[in-house]
């Protein structure tokens, strides 16, 4: 087709979280629909300019928010960015609050995850291969601090590090969970951010999210039980912000990487080469060619 002849590249990518499912300050736009050997992305990506840098814009739900979080084809999504070029990931979430002073309509980059997933593939391989990426530190360091900064320069009140608690959802957390992530350090909860961020990794893909604080859970007993409507509109009003975070920050990302995400594979890969069968290999070319040819 055509289209596959001329596909657009952009270096960096954002995943855009509930209530953000198009950037209307992409210029020169071309969307376009990815083929991955994981299936399709949660919907056609939208290639196009931001301040001058060419951005890969995908929402994650779908547009219309169609996919539950545990439904999401998170591998199919960070294929598809990677096979355009992309090296820099911002994923933009909805969070609740289990801390006091992270006040709904705040904005925080967090440093850890806790994996509360249970039904989520959190991985390319298998299959005959075996691939052990080192996860300690699961956002991109530089990055986040990039996004950090974007954040401030918005004028937004903005928290640097912190545990997000990723659960798998759709349900929201019973008081009982709410207080026991309290007790372990939490400071937000979300439902996407595992396996997007291990599959990032993976595939050698600096990501950082911006968590944009709807509500305090259920911990918080003053507060009214955490609700759908309550967490769009909050969202909704954060959405502008998040744009102009990510207006400000592509122009901040450099052009050479130096951190350790782009080569998250170098070692990490176990199994005896010539053991791993030719179709797998074949599969996961994009990601494993360069150590393996």
């Not at 596959?4 to 300050?25: C, D, F, K, N, W």
């Not at 959405?239 to 990510?246: G, M, N, R, Y």
């Not at 052009?255 to 199994?271: D, F, K, N, P």
């Amino acid at each position: 087709m055509e289209r596959e002849a001329r596909m657009p590249t952009a270096r960096i990518g954002v995943i855009g979280a509930s209530g953000l499912y198009q950037m209307e300050a992409l210029t020169d736009v071309d969307e376009v629909h990815v083929t991955t050997p994981f299936g399709d992305p949660s919907d056609a990506i939208t290639v196009g300019s931001l301040e001058g840098q060419p951005v890969a814009f995908l929402p994650r739900h779908g547009r219309g928010h169609r996919i539950l979080p545990s439904e999401l084809p998170v591998r199919a999504n960070i294929w598809a960015l990677k096979s355009l070029g992309v090296e820099w990931v911002i994923s933009v979430s909805a969070v609740g609050s289990v801390r006091e002073e992270l006040a709904p309509l705040d904005l925080v980059v967090p440093d850890q995850l806790i994996d509360r997933t249970r039904d989520r593939v959190s991985t390319f391989f298998g299959d005959g291969i075996v691939a052990h990426i080192g996860f300690a530190d699961p956002f991109c360091p530089v990055l986040s601090g990039l996004v950090h900064d974007a954040a401030e320069a918005t004028g937004a009140r903005v928290h640097r590090g912190g545990n997000m608690v990723v659960i798998e959802g759709p349900a929201f957390s019973t008081r009982a969970e709410s207080q026991l992530y309290r007790s372990w350090g939490a400071a937000v909860i979300g439902m996407t951010a595992l396996p997007e961020a291990k599959l990032a990794r993976e595939a050698e893909l600096c990501y950082a999210t911006v968590a944009c604080v709807t509500d305090y859970d259920v911990w918080r007993e003053t507060e009214d039980d955490v609700t759908v409507e309550m967490i769009i509109g909050n969202l909704l009003r954060n959405v502008d912000t998040a744009k102009s975070l990510l207006r400000q920050v592509v122009g901040r990302i450099p052009e050479q990487r130096t951190c350790a995400c782009e080569t998250a594979l170098q070692s990490a890969i176990v199994t005896q080469r010539d053991l791993i069968p030719p179709a797998t290999r074949e599969r996961l070319a994009l990601l494993v060619d360069k150590y393996l040819a």
